[in-house]
């Protein structure tokens, strides 16, 4: 089994940052790719940005400038560093990994629980 923590959620006022983290933990043998996407109310679930097991970055448009995804493979985890936020990012943000699994060799794509940020003054 294998699950993805996530924190860092919460109420912001406009133009404020918030930092989300997720940690990953079980049977993992490899991450591969990881991300974070986000769903707002009545909409569909997209991609926010996603980083590779060596480091190379993918932004949405929306996210560009703004947006900083990292990880720390030692710790499992990866991070969204979320400046000048506006109200238009308030949605329940998802972290999404690539994952191979041990000791039966599989490959699995595992998603956070979520993770609600509410942009408001």
């Known amino acids: 089994q294998v699950q993805l923590a996530e924190s860092g959620g919460g109420l912001v006022q406009p133009g404020g940052s918030l930092r989300l983290s997720c940690a990953a933990s079980g049977s993992i043998l490899k991450l591969n790719d990881m991300g974070w996407y986000r769903q707002a109310p009545g909409k569909k679930r997209e991609l926010v940005a996603t980083i590779t097991s060596g480091g190379s970055t993918n932004y949405a448009d929306t996210a560009k400038g703004r947006f900083t995804i990292s990880r720390d493979n030692g710790k499992n985890t990866v991070y969204l560093q979320m400046n000048s936020l506006k109200p238009e990012d308030t949605a329940v943000y998802y972290c999404?990994?690539?994952?191979?699994?041990?000791?039966?060799?599989?490959?699995?794509?595992?998603w956070g629980q979520g993770s609600l940020v509410s942009v408001s003054s």
């Open positions: 999404n990994a690539g994952v191979v699994t041990m000791p039966l060799i599989r490959d699995l794509e595992v």
